[in-house]
């Protein structure tokens, strides 16, 4: 059973807000990610680490950044929320090639 | 450019009877795939995946066939049951890119009783 959690759940938020998305395993997996999906959309890959002090940009720009100053904690930070960051941001986590996913928080930007 | 594509949104199926979803992709250098099941609101669930050198896995009502040649697989649910009823994304895996996963924009599978 696969151990990642994710905080808030859901989040609504006013326009320019600063916000941080939680996110932690116990897996204690090295690798760790950040997507965006969208409804009707797939999943898209905007922040990966290979491990500790390693983040690196995914496939899709985002505004986001993301720190990983311990193997476990992968939190992504927006320094001023827009409404279109408003998405479902999901976390996950791997040793190899299969990624086991958090439940991901909905973020509302209003 | 999309490397893994779903091509149908939807699909429905009666109680008891087979699901087919599919999923082609571009790239010959995929080494693994995946299917994962996301319910509303929720994060995906790892189903089951196979290796590019195999054609078949099974694990219980789920069967995944991968046809290289054409660059096309499947996912096989046998007997379809109502809490089947879920979006099912198809995903691949290249090596040497830190395990990043190319996902498919999903397909909604609707089990009706």
């Known amino acids: 059973e696969a151990d990642i959690y994710q905080t808030p759940r859901y989040l609504v938020i006013g326009t320019g807000k600063k916000i941080t998305l939680e996110c932690s395993q116990t897996?204690?997996?090295?690798?760790m990610y950040w997507y965006q999906q969208d409804p009707g959309m797939e999943l898209h890959l905007i922040h990966y680490?290979?491990?500790?002090?390693?983040?690196e940009k995914g496939d899709l720009s985002s505004e986001s950044t993301v720190s990983r100053i311990r193997t476990e904690h992968f939190p992504l930070t927006l320094e001023s929320a827009r409404p279109s960051h408003t998405s479902q941001y999901l976390c996950?986590?791997?040793?190899?090639?299969?990624?086991?996913f958090g439940p991901g928080t909905r973020l509302t930007v209003t | 450019d999309q490397q893994v594509k779903q091509n149908s949104p939807s699909l429905s199926v009666q109680e008891g009877r087979i699901s087919i979803l599919n999923c082609d992709y571009t790239?010959?250098?995929?080494?693994?795939f995946l299917w994962y099941k996301k319910y509303p609101a929720e994060g995906p669930t790892f189903l089951i995946s196979?290796?590019?050198?195999?054609d078949k896995n099974e694990d219980g009502r789920f069967t995944v066939f991968l046809n290289k040649s054409a660059k096309h697989l499947s996912l096989h649910i046998v007997p379809s049951q109502p809490g089947d009823s879920a979006v099912y994304f198809c995903?691949?895996?290249?090596?040497?890119?830190?395990?990043?996963?190319?996902f498919g924009t999903g397909t909604r599978l609707q089990v009706t009783l």
């Open positions: 196979i290796s590019s050198i195999k």
């Open positions: 897996m204690g997996h090295d690798k």
């Open positions: 790239n010959s250098m995929f080494d693994y």
């Open positions: 680490s290979y491990g500790v002090n390693s983040t």
């Open positions: 996950a986590s791997s040793l190899s090639y299969e990624q086991y």
């Open positions: 995903a691949a895996f290249l090596p040497g890119t830190a395990s990043k996963l190319t």
